[in-house]
């Protein structure tokens, strides 16, 4: 059986983890990083992965890309609904990226600046792209990716899930093979680490998950970090 990998920190600067995580069996992984102020992030991340968790443990169909799609529309109204019943709420939102894996493909849904990576024969690629104004400005080659990673609007999102009422989704399902190696994580991580250290952990570590907090937080850890590292037999 493929082994799977989980971890969350709060990191070294803040006082609270906005992050959530969720592997739901079979084989499907959430990460969702809220935003907002007090508690609110918490809360949006929390209610994104809850209510995806139950939605799909009643869906009897395939999780595919569509259905992970309707569970993060859910938790878009719930969240926004929740907000405009709590002035504490208000503006509150999440990230939200889900995998699934099955029968030799894999499914995703995705909203905001978390990642899903796959590592295939050695190589790293991010198949996800960021929901953000920093990404926006690399399509349009207004700066290069090496300055988004300093850039003062880096933390400004262009979708996300609870703080608008149609956010877009980007969905997609794609063959996998033996091997293949996903990694889902919040932007804490790939602020802090760089592609080719991540590559690095995830072909040499004895828990990838644990080491890629450990990088982020030797790293300055600004922020809350969450990885799910999952296998595919
Ligand atoms: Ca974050």
């Known amino acids: 059986m493929a082994q799977v990998f989980q971890a969350t920190h709060v990191g070294r600067v803040r006082y609270n983890n906005e992050d959530s995580l969720a ?14 102020g007090a508690s609110a992030g918490e809360v949006a991340s929390q209610m994104l992965v809850e209510t995806v968790k139950n939605f799909l443990l009643k869906t009897e169909q ?3 890309e569509k259905i992970l799609a309707q569970a993060i529309l859910l ?3 719930k969240i926004l609904n929740t907000a405009r019943r ?3 709420y208000y503006g509150m939102g999440t990230t939200a990226t ?15 600046d978390s990642r899903l990576y796959l590592l295939r024969n050695g190589a790293l690629r991010q198949i996800t792209e960021d929901h953000s ?30 703080a608008m009422t149609n956010p877009e989704i980007d969905t997609l ?13 919040t932007d804490g991580l790939t602020n802090m680490v760089d592609d080719a250290a991540i590559a690095k952990i995830l072909q040499t570590a004895e828990n990838p998950a644990t080491a890629l907090i450990e990088a982020a937080l ?6 809350n970090v969450t990885v799910i590292v999952a296998g595919v037999d």
């Open 218 to 223: 030797e790293a300055g850890g600004k922020d």
């Open 98 to 112: 889900i995998l699934h894996v099955e029968g030799g493909r894999g499914y995703f849904a995705h909203v905001g």
């Open 75 to 77: 938790a878009n109204d």
């Open 173 to 185: 399902n794609f063959s996998t093979e033996r091997g293949d190696i996903f990694l889902l994580c």
């Open 23 to 36: 592997v739901i069996e079979p084989k499907t992984y959430v990460v969702a990083d809220g935003m907002g």
């Open 86 to 88: 709590h002035e504490e």
């Open 62 to 64: 395939l999780w595919d």
């Open 133 to 162: 104004y920093v990404e926006t400005l690399i399509r349009r080659g207004e700066i290069t990716i090496e300055e988004a990673r300093f850039h003062p609007m880096k933390n400004v999102l262009t979708q996300a899930v609870g």
